[in-house]
Nanobody, 121 residues
Framework: VQLQAFGGGLVQAGGSLRLTCAVSGRTFRGYDMGWFRQAPGKEREFVAAIGWSTGRVYYTDSMKGRSTISRDNAKRMVYLQMNSLKSEDTAVYYC???????????????WGQGTQVTVSS
C-alpha cells in the first residue's frame, strides 16, 4: 500500500484546508485510515481516523468540531477537512493506513509522506 498526501499549504488563522490522501497498491479494502501530524520539536501525534468496516470516526480533542475525516473507497481517497485553523495546527501532516487495529496507537502498517500545513497568525 502506498500513500500520497497532498493539499497542505499556507493559510491564515481562521482559514480552512482540505488534505487528501491517495491510496495505491494492492488493496484499500480493510484498512483503517488516519491522519497524524508532527510540529517542529514535537512528537508525531494522532489527529483523526476513520474505520474501514464501520466508518466510525475518531478525532483528537483539539480537532473535534474543527475537522472532518472522510473516505471515498471507490476513489481510494481519504480526506481531512480542517476549519478554523490555528497557529498551533502548524505541522507536517501524515496519512496512515492500518489493518491491525493499531492505527490510533501510532503504529500503523503504512505511512505516507507528509504535507506541510502552515497557519499564520
Amino acid at each position: 500500500v502506498q500513500l500520497q498526501a497532498f493539499g497542505g499549504g499556507l493559510v491564515q488563522a481562521g482559514g480552512s484546508l482540505r488534505l487528501t490522501c491517495a491510496v495505491s497498491g494492492r488493496t484499500f479494502r480493510g484498512y483503517d485510515m488516519g491522519w497524524f501530524r508532527q510540529a517542529p520539536g514535537k512528537e508525531r501525534e494522532f489527529v483523526a481516523a476513520i474505520g474501514w468496516s464501520t466508518g466510525r470516526v475518531y478525532y483528537t480533542d483539539s480537532m473535534k468540531g474543527r475537522s472532518t475525516i472522510s473516505r471515498d473507497n471507490a476513489k481510494r481517497m481519504v480526506y481531512l477537512q480542517m476549519n478554523s485553523l490555528k497557529s498551533e495546527d502548524t505541522a507536517v501532516y501524515y496519512c496512515a493506513a492500518d489493518s491491525t487495529g493499531r492505527l490510533r496507537t501510532g503504529a500503523p502498517n503504512y505511512w505516507g509522506q507528509g504535507t506541510q500545513v502552515t497557519v499564520s497568525s
